[in-house]
């Protein structure tokens, strides 16, 4: 282990194992070149050789893609996928042995100010901090870069749930029943089941029970694109159906195959959110919600009609029950509706005008 001085005026620092060259490199400072051979001269120690460290982001990544493929959900490696497109030229073309998180929060930066959704980038950092985590196993690195990073909070708004209410839900179906009919009923069986689109796709005809009472039996999920899975929450649940939609659910199981699709296009094919929308021209017919707002609706319709917040929980899937309070949060607390009440009691609005009066007289 040396460090000698370059008639530059520089510092180079050479790292051997033995006899054996290993590593060098040239610093402006003594101090810089002697962390980086005490920093290089522990990872040695550890097992990890410097020279595998030379391999590029841009070489590696597909050899970590290929290790991927089987390891992991189909969605998840869809995510995984998309790295190598996501990752800049700049940090493609280093050695993963010199990538800090400097590099990593420069991309992040970079990705977010280009316009991705805060969601996306975190996404693109599971898979980065992944991708990582896999040279330090096999030990081409000695610490994960993108483990002492953060996301940068996006100067767009967070888009907020847009739930409908009962009223404005009817309206919403019978604009859209007509353009088609039975789409308009997925629609309204969506917005009193709080199925998931993913969930919507997944359920059989043998998931509608009638007994103890009629309820679908919701255990997994088909996201477009990819195979079947378990649902978000990896459990299964029952979600009752009101008498409002159990005459449409009894009507599209009539007469069919128990692991057919229950909710289908009336010609039978599978349900597209992308052609659905076209179909019910989306844009103009749904007021400016998702389809994932007709999730939010349903548990807003459960709360509003009293249903206990920790049985909405169950229904919905949620693993928490503070997930769940964000839906009541929505609808106003029992402290809103009792201050609402007293500011529109009996004299106050007409108390305020009255003293008003008096100072102009």
């Known amino acids: 282990m040396t460090i000698r001085k370059e008639p530059s005026g520089r510092f180079r620092a050479v ?4 006899r054996t060259y290993v590593a060098g490199r040239t610093f402006d400072t003594k101090r810089e070149a002697t962390a980086w051979l005490n920093r290089e001269r522990a990872a040695l120690s550890g097992g990890v050789d410097p020279r595998a460290g030379r391999e590029t982001v841009a070489k590696l990544l597909p050899i970590w893609l290929e290790e991927r493929k089987d390891s992991v959900s189909a969605k998840t490696y869809v995510a995984d996928r998309a790295l190598p497109r996501l990752v800049p030229t700049n940090l493609a073309a280093l050695s993963i042995g010199s990538v800090t ?20 980038v975190r996404r693109f950092r599971a ?37 409908f209410n009962e009223a404005e839900l009817d309206a919403f179906v019978a604009r859209a029943a007509e353009r088609d009919h039975r789409l308009a009923e997925v629609m309204l069986i969506a917005g009193w089941t709080g199925l998931r689109w993913s969930e919507l796709r997944a359920v059989r005809v043998r998931d509608l029970v009638e007994v103890p009472m009629p309820m679908l039996v919701v255990e997994r999920a088909e996201p477009e694109g990819v195979a079947a899975k378990a649902s978000k929450s990896g459990k299964g ?24 699709p229950l909710f289908t296009t009336v010609t039978g094919h599978r349900l597209h959110a992308t052609a659905v929308k076209r179909t019910l021209n989306w844009s103009s017919t749904a007021g400016g919600r998702r389809i994932h707002d007709l999730r939010h609706t349903a548990a807003c319709l459960w709360l509003a009609r009293g249903v206990d917040p920790v049985t909405v929980q169950a229904w919905m899937g949620h693993a928490s029950i503070a997930t769940t309070n964000i839906y009541l949060h929505h609808l106003g607390t029992g402290a809103d509706r009792a201050g609402l009440a007293r500011l529109n009691g009996p004299g106050h609005a007409g108390g305020t005008r009255e003293r008003h009066d008096e100072v102009e007289n």
């Open 101 to 120: 998180d400097r590099e990593v929060t420069r991309t992040l930066i970079h990705l977010t100010r280009r316009g991705l959704a805060e969601s996306s």
């Open 237 to 260: 649940r029952r979600v009752p159906l009101a008498g409002k939609v159990l005459p449409l659910v009894r009507s599209m199981a009539a007469d069919r195959a128990p692991d057919e």
């Open 127 to 163: 898979s980065l901090s992944t991708f990582f985590a896999w040279a330090v196993r096999e030990r081409l690195i000695l610490l994960n870069p993108v483990t002492p990073t953060r996301v940068p909070k996006a100067a767009s708004p967070k888009v907020e749930m847009y739930p």
């Open 15 to 18: 790292l051997k194992s033995g």
